[in-house]
């Protein structure tokens, strides 16, 4: 079945720092969206990403999808101890209605 | 408005024996799936439901099974639990399942542990 993978698993900042955190799929994806989820929390979603070779920012998080549609990044610039949690890539393949989360990237921030 | 609510917060059951979540989505949200998140891992996509009807269903057994109401409101199920069911279950709700620019919204969540 469809799998996700992202690395690195953990990765641990000074803050100021800039963090990547890189997801693959084992598919090629209709979409793929990116969720921040704070220790003890819930997933919130942060963006979509749909067409190839795709790049949004949000302030200080930049988001690329790849050209061929199966993988994908998120950077964030300047790190922040507010940027501490874990974030999932989701994909969606194509003929699917299921969203599949990556592995997830545990960030934390060091002040 | 509200957001996703979840019911119960928190539960405790003992092996062997069923139990049932429930969720509310955002108004106007037709679409729920849900996700069973064990600690230290990434949700694991269990199913949707769209207008009432399945649209997707993942790796776990029979045990597990849902349905979505006239309301959009949606139930989950579990019979004859085991230990390894023990996770948080995550209810998301959207406006089109899995094509919406706004994501899923999650709720906060139902913390159970199978003793």
């Known amino acids: 079945g469809q799998q996700v993978m992202q690395i690195p698993q953990y990765q641990h900042v000074q803050e100021g720092e800039d963090f990547t955190t890189y997801c693959n799929s084992s598919?090629?994806?209709?979409?793929i969206q990116w969720y921040k989820q704070r220790p003890g929390g819930h997933p919130v979603f942060l963006i979509q990403?749909?067409?190839?070779?795709e790049v949004k920012k949000q302030k200080r998080l930049t988001f690329q999808f790849g050209e061929a549609k199966k993988n994908s990044s998120l950077h964030i610039t300047a790190t922040q101890t507010t940027d501490v949690g874990t974030y999932f890539c989701?994909?969606?393949?194509?003929?699917?209605?299921?969203?599949?989360f990556g592995t997830g990237t545990r960030l934390q921030v060091f002040p | 408005d509200a957001g996703v609510t979840q019911s119960p917060t928190h539960l405790i059951k003992t092996r062997g024996q069923h139990v049932t979540l429930r969720c509310s989505p955002i108004?106007?949200?037709?679409?729920v799936s849900w996700y069973q998140q064990v600690l230290g891992q990434g949700p694991q996509f269990i199913f949707q439901?769209?207008?009432?009807?399945?649209?997707g269903r993942g790796n776990f057994p029979d045990r597990f099974s849902a349905r979505q109401f006239p309301n959009y409101s949606s139930e989950l199920n579990v019979n004859a639990l085991l230990l390894g069911d023990s996770a948080l279950y995550l209810c998301?709700?959207?406006?089109?399942?899995?094509?919406?620019?706004?994501?899923?919204?999650f709720g906060s969540g139902t913390r159970l542990t199978v003793v």
């Open positions: 439901y769209y207008e009432k009807e399945e649209r």
């Open positions: 998301a709700s959207s406006w089109w399942g899995t094509t919406s620019n706004y994501g899923y919204t």
């Open positions: 598919t090629t994806l209709s979409n």
């Open positions: 108004s106007g949200h037709k679409s």
């Open positions: 989701a994909g969606l393949a194509y003929n699917t209605d299921k969203l599949i």
């Open positions: 990403l749909v067409k190839s070779g």
